[in-house]
């Protein structure tokens, strides 16, 4: 079956420890990007890659880094969270930034 | 930079309504417009896209059109049925200044009573 996996689902954690939301899809895409969704706000992009080894900023990146060194995967590092990061993340990918994008199940996140 | 902006919700229709949600953009090149609907609990999924002007893209009874002159991609269904309850997103593709960005609205929650 044709999926993005993220892992965990849920989190709640401390202000200052470091965190990793893991992200996979198992459909070869090319571009798979990290969303925040906040209440009001939609969905805003945090970082995207175009291929493996290729990374850029979206709208939203301070406070976050990925990398991207395999194809599949993708994941979302907080070095130090704050509680302004509280929110529910998206992981996301597609076989290029014009189509169609396959979104995870979400990563709701907690930082007290 | 780019900009995506959606009516304001939430909307409530009673079923067998007429569905209409508005989306307007800009965008510096040509981008391609999404609609994608959130389900309670789930992540988003692509109801419909178009990828030029002009092109409608239709889905479940869903279409929009993608209207360059007006800058606009309005989500209409002509009979809404409770099980379309859920929170909708317009979206645009585009690669200003050669990044290759995603923007999404806000969404706009529709509830379908019966």
């Known amino acids: 079956e044709a999926q993005v996996t993220q892992n965990p689902r849920y989190l709640i954690t401390v202000t200052g420890k470091k965190l990793t939301v893991t992200c996979s899809q198992n459909?070869?895409?090319?571009?798979m990007s990290w969303y925040r969704q906040d209440p009001g706000l939609g969905l805003r992009q945090i970082y995207y890659?175009?291929?493996?080894?290729?990374?850029d900023k979206g709208d939203v990146p301070e406070g976050y880094k990925v990398s991207r060194k395999e194809k599949r995967n993708f994941p979302l590092i907080l070095e130090s969270p704050s509680p302004n990061q509280t929110s529910l993340y998206f992981c996301?990918?597609?076989?290029?930034?014009?189509?169609?994008?396959?979104f995870g199940p979400g990563t709701r996140l907690t930082v007290t | 930079g780019n900009s995506v902006t959606q009516m304001e919700g939430p909307v409530t229709l009673s079923e067998e309504a007429f569905l209409t949600i508005n989306c307007t953009y800009t965008?510096?090149?040509?981008?391609?417009l999404f609609w994608y609907v959130q389900y309670p609990g789930e992540g988003l999924q692509l109801l419909l896209k178009?990828?030029?002007?002009?092109d409608k893209g239709s889905n479940k009874g869903f279409e929009a059109t993608y209207r360059k002159e007006t800058t606009s991609f309005h989500l209409e269904k002509g009979s809404v049925q409770v099980s379309d309850s859920a929170v909708y997103f317009c979206?645009?593709?585009?690669?200003?200044?050669?990044?290759?960005?995603?923007?999404f609205g806000t969404g706009t929650k529709l509830q379908v009573i019966p």
């Open positions: 979206a645009l593709s585009d690669q200003p200044g050669g990044y290759q960005k995603v923007t």
């Open positions: 459909m070869n895409h090319e571009y």
């Open positions: 178009a990828t030029k002007a002009d």
């Open positions: 965008a510096t090149g040509y981008p391609s």
């Open positions: 996301a990918s597609s076989l290029s930034y014009f189509d169609e994008q396959y």
């Open positions: 890659s175009m291929n493996v080894e290729v990374t």
